[in-house]
């Protein structure tokens, strides 16, 4: 991959990322956020965090089926604090709108509503993963302790997968799709591994 491919498609990749909030605050300003503008704004800025953090995962699997895929570990960090910056614009929402800023109310959906809970703890995961997400990070942590760390970022998914099946009505859909892709990225992980350790093993007897 030469350098002038990698930037067009990182400035491609900051582009796509950047839309879904380039699009809430077009729909702000012109007042066209629909009936609900705090629920709109929740669920986009839920299901995008959500999404990119799956996107992110996608990531090691396609370097594991091919070396020349290697090159797109510069995205997995990219991905994943976009996700990050998704998740916090979703909880300050949530704070600030729904809450309106009062901690009684962020009690009892703590200990009340589920799905709060599964989100809350998403959250809690994503928060160690975005603040060592650096490269004096990872010097610090070495790269044992932090890789062993950033596997965390699967229980988040996971979290966000549940919150999402138990946020909305019975009999919706729509949190399927998102589902089957984490389920694939999951079960993919393990038999990749061992076809790359194969892979190593045969390289070093020939
Ligand atoms: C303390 C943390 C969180 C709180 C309080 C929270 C709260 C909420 C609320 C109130 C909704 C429903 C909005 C509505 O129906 O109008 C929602 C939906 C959602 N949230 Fe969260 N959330 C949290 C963390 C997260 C995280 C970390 C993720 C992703 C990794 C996430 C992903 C989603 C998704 C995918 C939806 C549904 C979007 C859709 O239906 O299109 N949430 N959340």
Redesign the pocket.
């Known amino acids: 991959m030469n350098r002038k491919t990698l930037i067009a498609l990182k400035t491609l990749t900051w582009i796509a990322c950047l839309s879904p909030f380039a699009l809430l605050v077009y729909e702000a300003v012109t007042n066209t956020l629909g009936p609900?503008p705090?629920?709109t704004i929740?669920?986009?800025t839920?299901?995008n965090?959500?999404l990119m953090?799956i996107l992110s995962l996608g990531i090691t699997p396609l370097r594991l089926l091919s070396p020349r895929l290697s090159w797109l570990i510069r995205f997995r960090r990219l991905l994943g604090l976009f996700?990050f910056f998704?998740?916090s614009l979703?909880?300050a929402t949530?704070?600030a709108l729904?809450m309106n800023f009062d901690l009684g109310v962020f009690k009892t959906?703590i200990t009340k509503r589920r799905?709060?809970i599964a989100?809350?703890l998403?959250?809690s995961l994503?928060v160690p993963l975005a603040a060592t997400s650096t490269t004096w990070a990872i010097r610090k942590l070495g790269g044992k302790r932090w890789n062993r760390l950033h596997k965390l970022v699967y229980f988040?998914?996971i979290?966000?997968i549940i919150?999402?099946w138990w946020?909305?009505k019975p009999g919706v859909l729509?949190?399927m799709r998102?589902t089957i892709a984490l389920f694939v990225l999951l079960a993919a992980r393990p038999v990749l591994l061992l076809i790359q350790k194969r892979r190593a093993r045969r390289a070093v007897a020939a």
């Open positions: 609900d705090t629920s929740t669920l986009t839920g299901y965090a959500l953090l996700a998704y998740a979703h909880l949530y704070i729904y959906d799905f709060i989100g809350f998403a959250y994503l988040a998914a979290c966000g919150h999402y946020q909305v729509s949190p998102l």
